[in-house]
């Protein structure tokens, strides 16, 4: 920590935790699991769709093809986040994961809309669709998924880049259910309605997921404070605290998933300065709010009354 100018610039020391190693970094390997899982599946549905002639299982190995690709884009983004902060780049890449989130939400949009709208051709001319053998290669694809998902589901709460990874994979596991089921009741009924039925159910349920995701990552490039951060409740706890006579410029973003910061300029009684002094000050700002907010990057600038009318910007 260092103190700048004579009023007061004041800041938390060093680079967020996160800016040499991303929340996504720690299941790496869980998303190389479930790229191999994916890739060994899709290949086991084209041969079954080859072996069968079935539509439904060629259509399910076009969807486990899109995943593998956004599993893959995770990786590199990830590869390219842990790479060390520079002077040009001072927290680093660890924002590309935010971009490869993004781009995830455009393959999962694309896989949706191609779903309903197939759903909706199929609905109005139905499709011959075999029963056992598409049911068997179902059953792979589900369990399959299943197992890659179980990897991917803490790491989806904490990271936006392993959540669109997640969100690919469990389009695809309700991909294999529709199948599963689609081919069950054509083998019991005849009901050839069924496929394009089931997929509309699929394409309803990726979709709005999709657009909470993109949302999320869009707050993240456009500097939101995090939705978990109530800034009237932050700037009130500043306030309280002995000595504090009032908070400008506060602002609260999200550098990448996990890795919040918050920088502010913090107006203190002179007695309180002369007695208490920058440092002892600054621990008390950033142990408040560490404690309440789990914000560890904090930036404060202490000043006295009266400086913020010399402050560039605007005034909060």
Known sequence: ??????????????????????????????????????VTVLVAEIVGSVLTGSLALLADAGHMATDAVGVSMALIAIHFANRPASERRTYGWARAEILAALLNCVLLLGVGGYILIEAVDRLLEPTDVPGGATVVFGLIGLVANAISLSLLMRGQKESLNVRGAFLEVLSDALGSLAVVIAALVIMTTGWQQADPIASLVIGLMIVPRTVKLFREAIDVLLEAAPRDVDMAEVRAHILALPGVEGVHDLHVWTITSGMPVLSAHVVVGAQTLDSAGNEKMLHELQDCLRGHFDVEHCTFQLEPGGHAAHEDGFCR
């Open 1 to 38: 920590m260092g103190a700048g100018h004579d009023h007061g610039h004041t800041h938390g020391g060093g680079l967020p935790k996160g800016a040499s190693g991303t929340v996504s970094a720690a299941y790496r390997g869980r998303l190389r699991i479930a790229l191999a899982i994916t």
